[in-house]
């Protein structure tokens, strides 16, 4: 009976291109809207430089292959992890614990999703190019991956096959500002950890749309997927993925088509198996979240005031144009019987909003809430208002022409739809260059790359550090080029050491011993005030690259604090970039005053040797509960010192000290649950549901 319904309902839908009589234009149209869809992806990502992975530098007559990636803000941050996570794996192990950035953090407090996707693109391109060239390419997929989530929702209503052809070019052509979504965060600011997490919690919604209306088992395996790697690349994208279960739900509540409706317990069932099957692929990063929620400080670099403010942000993030389809699209969804699709974004766009708005509320902004930062949810809110404009403007188009042109609506529709995507597309010029300082511009491919002089210095530069580098000791980049470049963060790329910053763009503590307001950002305004004895023991600095950099009023420029620094002895240098290497450095690893013999810092272990250490060790690398320590191989406490580092207390004659980066219990709950979640998704995507006995299961609600 519920599959009857379904085909009535199918049969009966309005607009809908499978009850055109014209069913060879139906499938023409389906092919044409494929091969536009997919070579308007690959024109953007063409435009952008996604297949301009490396550039020829000409200096002084010699001519240089460099990586021509994305440079600007965080791009360096996110290009070289995802070389951490490829050497890890070279190395035979899975990365827990990122040691190279000041003073290392543990992976789960920033997920390693976007990563991932750089070593698959790699693999993909069979390791011809530099991972942190890939990161480009990685970027500009991420840009144009919504067509997939507007191409499923699409179909999901039988509307005509351009209106994911319009959307994708709605969205790549309203670029928002730096928290929006858009082209200016992801490829200005690169911010891609957040848009990407966005990005996959619509293409979840989407999905577990499908999967919940038509109970198709490819719909609930890219449901299950896309979710969970949401929650991977961003752990805020999970409020997303959860408010879309609930509107699922509540969109079936709302549909008044009763010959037609699935029982909505059919729909949780569907959902409730998304979902369940979501966190268990997750576990291992929610339990650690969880279980070390105490340890993470986040600083808050903004919120909304009020409801002003949210409104103005939507209005920005896309349009009032846009914004004024859109809400027809709601209003469709509500008087539109058959969109049921539609419908349910609608739902997800009010309950996101309606969360979005509690979020910002007074009294609210406190604890594990205040790290959300409400203005950061903006980009799946502006996903799905593009989505309902262009579905607005592809349905209303299809009334007009059932009225004016009945007989070749569909094609009639999909050359409108056509013509409006290369309309919003030639509209926009491509010019951007909205970034923190007026004096950054964003010349072509519209961000700032490496292909250029500037960071073939800056590489050269790290190359020269790394060989002068004592072992066990760690490099220190103060200033940078490029203003907002984030430019220092590109070291662990060029060098072996670990690496301290004066700007670091992220951190997970509050206690970090270095002359700065931890409330104002990661980043310490005077380096200069750094280049004292004590902190550059008390972190086991041996090298410094440095450059001149804007400074407070009344401080001393980097570059030339250096140079009349009597503790630094000037090695070179490279462009405008010094080298110094530091008298008489202390190692990362002491025992008072003594050096080890030998010492190794590894993602997950540290092995110092001493002659004979008695008493106190310091280890200058960050604590955490995981790490276990052993003198001689007998386990001993750490102890978590005032400057968030570790020391521990050897007994008399002690010749080896080792920290392990510990599996602990919770982890190996996590790892199980994420294994039974990995089978679940197997044994569903190869239909063994289907001889399950579980009432409901096994209900068709195909459409």
């Not at 494929?34 to 996604?50: D, H, N, Y």
Request: glycine share 8%; hydrophobic share 50%; aromatic share 10%.
């Amino acid at each position: 009976m519920v599959r009857e319904s379904a085909e009535r309902r199918t049969a009966l839908a309005t607009p809908s291109l499978e009850s055109d009589p014209e069913s060879r234009n139906a499938q023409r149209l389906m092919l044409l809207a494929t091969i536009v869809v997919v070579l308007l992806a690959l024109w953007v990502i063409w435009k952008f430089g996604g297949f301009n992975l490396m550039k020829t530098v000409v200096f002084d007559g010699r001519s240089q292959s460099v990586v021509n990636t994305f440079a600007m803000v965080d791009h360096p941050f996110h290009a070289v992890r995802g070389e951490t996570l490829l050497q890890s794996i070279r190395d035979g192990e899975i990365l827990r614990w990122v040691a190279h950035h000041q003073g290392g953090y543990p992976v789960e407090f920033y997920p390693l999703g976007i990563p991932w996707l750089d070593v698959g693109l790699w693999a993909l391109l069979l390791g011809q190019f530099p991972i942190i060239a890939v990161h480009k390419l990685t970027v500009l997929v991420i840009f144009v991956l919504p067509a997939l989530g507007f191409w499923w929702l699409a179909r999901g209503d039988r509307l005509n096959p351009l209106v994911p052809v319009f959307a994708l070019a709605i969205h790549v052509s309203t670029p928002g500002l730096w928290t929006h979504g858009g082209l200016i965060e992801l490829v200005e600011w690169g911010l891609v950890a957040n848009v990407g997490g966005a990005t996959l919690a619509f293409l979840a919604l989407a999905a577990m749309t499908r999967f919940a209306l038509e109970g198709r088992p490819l719909y609930g395996v890219l449901a299950m997927v896309a979710s969970s790697a949401a929650l991977y690349t961003n752990t805020r994208s999970g409020i997303a993925v959860a408010v879309a279960a609930l509107a699922v739900v509540v969109g079936t509540l709302l549909n008044r088509d009763s010959d037609g409706a699935i029982p909505v317990t059919v729909v949780i069932r569907r959902v409730a198996l998304v979902g369940g099957v979501s966190v268990l692929l997750t576990a291992p990063l929610l339990i650690a979240m969880l279980r070390y929620a105490d340890l993470y400080y986040f600083v808050n670099y903004m919120e909304y005031t009020g409801l002003g403010d949210f409104l103005g942000d939507t209005v920005k993030s896309v349009s009032w144009i846009l914004l004024g389809a859109a809400i027809v699209g709601l209003a469709l969804a509500v008087l539109a019987r058959r969109l049921t699709v539609l419908r349910d974004v609608a739902v997800t766009t009010v309950l996101y909003v309606g969360l979005t708005l509690v979020l910002s509320a007074g009294g609210l902004n406190e604890g594990l809430i205040q790290q959300l930062e409400a203005p950061r949810l903006m980009p799946f809110q502006r996903l799905l208002v593009v989505y309902l404009a262009a579905a607005a403007v592809g349905y209303g188009l299809d009334i007009a022409a059932r009225k004016v042109v009945p007989r070749v609506r569909q094609p009639v529709v999909a050359s409108l739809l056509l013509l409006c995507g290369v309309a919003t597309i030639w509209s926009f010029d491509g010019e951007f260059g909205r970034t923190p300082e007026a004096h950054v511009t964003t010349p072509e491919p519209h961000a700032l790359t490496t292909g250029r002089q500037e960071f073939v210095n800056f590489t050269g530069m790290l190359a020269e550090a790394n060989e002068i580098v004592p072992e066990g000791r760690a490099i220190y980049v103060a200033g940078d080029q490029q203003s907002w470049w984030h430019e220092q963060l590109w070291g662990p790329s060029q060098a072996d050491a670990p690496f301290f910053y004066d700007d670091w763009m992220w951190y997970w503590r509050a206690n970090f011993h270095a002359t700065y307001d931890v409330g104002e950002g990661h980043f310490i305004p005077n380096p200069a005030a750094t280049f004292t004895a004590d902190w550059l023991s008390s972190n086991g600095i041996g090298v410094i690259v440095v450059t001149n950099m804007p400074v407070p009023a009344g401080a001393t420029d980097p570059r030339e604090a250096a140079a009349a620094n009597p503790l630094l002895d000037y090695q070179g240098t490279v462009g405008e970039w010094d080298l110094y290497l530091v008298n008489d450095p202390d190692s990362i690893v002491m025992n008072g005053e003594t050096h080890p013999a030998a010492l190794t810092i590894e993602n997950q272990s540290i092995r110092a040797t001493f002659e004979s250490a008695p008493g106190e060790v310091e280890i200058r690398r960050n604590w955490f509960p995981r790490w276990d320590a052993f003198a001689d191989g007998e386990e001993i406490d750490v102890v978590r010192s005032d400057d968030g580092y570790m020391r521990v207390t050897v007994p008399e004659d002690t010749q080896e000290v080792e920290l392990r980066y510990a599996v602990t219990w919770s982890d190996w709950l996590g790892r199980v649950a994420a294994a039974i979640g990995l089978v679940a998704v197997i044994a569903f995507g190869l239909g063994l549901y289907r001889r399950s006995r579980l009432p409901g299961w096994k209900q068709s609600g195909t459409r």
